[in-house]
């Protein structure tokens, strides 16, 4: 045999192996079929592709939890599904209210606390209020009574849609510095130190902008961030956009990722905890993705 046909015949055989591995279901994504470049929508019948409205995805570090947000007649509650015993549980409510909202969860670095969002009054019941950011903890087994973020991240007006670095400082997103009520919403960062979050800083242009960027998510290391924005010019009521952090600190004017933008609204973003997946909400259901299709923008 010729040297150049022996190495056709490994490279064909690699060839053979990688694409028999993408078809391969993983257990650890429900079982699911890992997307490429094109988008997929994720666990149809278990998560999505329901007769509710599902968004929010967020998977805990070793991929034995997973939470996400549905909405039911303009209200949302959180879910919770857990891997146990080689299989995936059905889902679970964990936070629900017959009048207040609890969506978009994420959890903390430790993972001892569960982040999110509500509308609930501050002290026992009354009428809806602003969106605040609240935590649950774990205590023995099960989650606290939510609890408030405090005033140093809420204000107000609207924060929407949390995440972390690894070393915990939160993004999220806030309408606290709109004065006209355009719905001018912008990212903002909050260190955590000495037992408690810092006042917020908002991020600079290369993110923000006079239209409407939220739903932002950190990498763990913070060299990129993925958002949601409405921004003219784009393809639906929200576009995904990237910034990558710069060498002085600074973040990357924001590009669309166009591979996967959508005539409709594209937001909750989420990258899976190996870095493999994008995570999205868009026409009623969690999609996922290829992060090849952030990588390629860098």
Not at 23 to 30: I, S
Not at 67 to 76: F, N, R, S, T
Not at 268 to 280: A, E, R, T
Request: hydrophobic share 30%.
């Amino acid at each position: 045999m010729r040297k150049n046909q022996f190495i056709s015949l490994i490279t064909a055989a690699f060839l053979c192996t990688a694409a028999s591995n993408a078809q391969n279901p993983d257990a650890r994504y429900f079982n699911e079929i890992p997307p490429g470049k094109t988008p997929r929508v994720f666990a149809p019948g278990i998560v999505s592709k329901t007769d509710q409205f599902e968004f929010g995805a967020v998977f805990s570090k070793d991929l034995k939890e997973f939470y996400y947000g549905v909405e039911i007649d303009g209200k949302a509650e959180t879910r919770m599904i857990i891997f146990e015993n080689g299989s995936w549980t059905p889902p679970v409510t964990i936070l629900s209210h017959n009048v207040y909202s609890y969506n978009d969860p994420f959890l903390s670095p430790d993972e001892k606390k569960l982040f999110f969002i509500s509308d609930q009054p501050l002290n026992g019941p009354g009428p809806k209020k602003d969106y605040d950011i609240w935590y649950i903890e774990r205590q023995s087994g099960h989650w606290s009574e939510p609890i408030n973020a405090g005033s140093n991240i809420n204000s107000d007006k609207n924060e929407y849609y949390i995440s972390f670095s690894k070393n915990g400082t939160m993004y999220f997103s806030s309408n606290m510095g709109d004065k006209e009520g355009k719905k001018n919403y912008d990212i903002y960062s909050s260190d955590f130190r000495l037992g408690k979050f810092q006042p917020p800083v908002k991020l600079s242009s290369g993110v923000n902008s006079s239209h409407y960027e939220a739903d932002v998510f950190v990498s763990p290391d913070e060299t990129y961030l993925v958002f949601a924005t409405n921004r003219p010019g784009g393809l639906g009521s929200g576009d995904l956009h990237v910034s990558f952090r710069e060498p002085d600190g600074t973040w990357s004017v924001s590009r669309p990722i166009a591979a996967i933008n959508t005539n409709t609204n594209d937001f909750c973003p989420y990258v899976s905890p190996d870095g493999k997946y994008l995570f999205y909400a868009s026409r009623g259901d969690i999609y996922w993705v290829s992060t090849d299709v952030i990588k390629k923008l860098r």
